[in-house]
């Protein structure tokens, strides 16, 4: 049995996706440099992990109510509270930030008696303070794993495509776009930024660079058979022979995040947002940033022998069947 929407989706698309590259690009250009702006001028939103703060590692009496437990820590004015919990279901993590001049009067332990209030039986097994020279220190690590990550990514494509530079380049640059939008729009909604955060951008680069390779796979299958037609005649033809594939994958991925999107409550949002995001504008770069590239950097297909194969009309002199 079919799901009607699957089995009513069009099989043949005629798009003219190259049309439209120039507008796309300048679209690209204006959304970077808006992202610099609003890093420049807003900056993230960062969380307890980056920006310090403290942490309370405690036991509860029975298994902890995480959310009533969050909702406790900001009634008592911690912000930023983050509640986790590890090893068994007694076991707590909680990370907040204290203003300063909370801090400066012994806020930590003001908290830690409302807690005591809250919870009878609650047990805190140890209190730290988290210093903005150790969050820095890991906020720097988690953009280096990025950069290792783009890095380990454009060994994998020239390793796959060894016959262009191209191909690797255009792939590197989609997914830095991809990862520099996603950044950016979590500092305009000022949504805040964890480790969680980094996460959730390691499986943007992953999701974005497996979307690249499969439309490169495409066009280099397209490459060897129509060897004599224009470059961007053969872009449109892949994307459009992909774009099913490309709908249904990319609704997938999103509807399952879509519950815990909405659902998913505070903790869950930051991480999930920024994958759905990252989803979205890595499906749009693949299309409009990786191949562009390619269109304008072209491709090697100096092969005296290569047959003419009829794309619509190709052969004789004939101009080519026009796209919608």
Same mark, same amino acid.
């Given at each position: ?31 970077? &440099?808006?992202? #610099?702006? #609003? ?15 403290? #942490? ?13 437990? @969050? ?40 908290? %830690? ?20 020279? #150790?969050? +820095? ?30 191909? +690797? ?42 979307? %690249? ?13 129509? %060897? ?13 022979? @992909?774009?099913?594939?490309?709908? &249904? ?32 504008? +890595? ?12 269109? &304008? ?21 004939? %101009? ?5």
């Amino acid at each position: 049995m079919h799901w009607p929407l699957i089995k009513n989706l069009p099989t043949e698309f005629h798009f003219r996706f190259t049309k439209y590259a120039p507008v796309a690009a300048i679209i690209s250009g204006l959304a970077i &440099i808006a992202t #610099v702006v #609003v890093l420049f001028t807003h900056g993230l939103n960062l969380g307890t992990d980056f920006a310090g703060g403290n #942490v309370l590692e405690v036991e509860t009496p029975a298994a902890a109510d995480l959310g009533m437990l @969050r909702a406790r820590m900001t009634d008592f004015g911690a912000e930023d509270a983050s509640v986790q919990a590890f090893g068994s279901p007694r076991d707590v993590i909680i990370k907040f930030k204290l203003s300063e001049q909370q801090q400066n009067n012994d806020g930590v332990e003001a908290v %830690k008696s409302k807690l005591a209030a809250a919870v009878p039986g609650i047990t805190f097994k140890r209190t730290e303070v988290v210093g903005p020279k #150790v969050s +820095g220190e890991l906020l720097r690590s988690g953009f280096l794993a990025l950069g290792a990550a783009l890095l380990l990514m454009l060994v994998y494509i020239w390793i796959r495509f060894p016959s262009g530079l191209q191909f +690797g380049s255009g792939a590197v640059i989609a997914v830095l776009h991809d990862v520099a939008l996603t950044v950016g729009m979590m500092a305009f909604l000022q949504i805040e930024f964890t480790m969680t955060s980094i996460a959730a951008l390691l499986t943007v680069i992953g999701y974005s660079m497996n979307e %690249k390779v499969i439309t490169f796979d495409r066009l280099r299958e397209n490459l060897r058979k129509f %060897k004599k037609t224009p470059l961007a005649d053969i872009i449109n033809l892949s994307e459009n022979e @992909r774009l099913s594939r490309t709908i &249904i994958t990319g609704s997938t991925a999103v509807l399952a995040l879509a519950g815990m999107l909405f659902l998913g409550g505070p903790a869950l949002f930051p991480l999930v947002f920024a994958m759905v995001f990252g989803i979205l504008i +890595g499906t749009y770069s693949s299309i409009y940033v990786a191949l562009p590239i390619i269109l &304008i950097w072209g491709v090697n297909r100096n092969d005296p022998d290569a047959e003419i194969v009829d794309l619509g009309g190709f052969k004789d002199g004939k %101009k080519p069947k026009q796209m919608p």
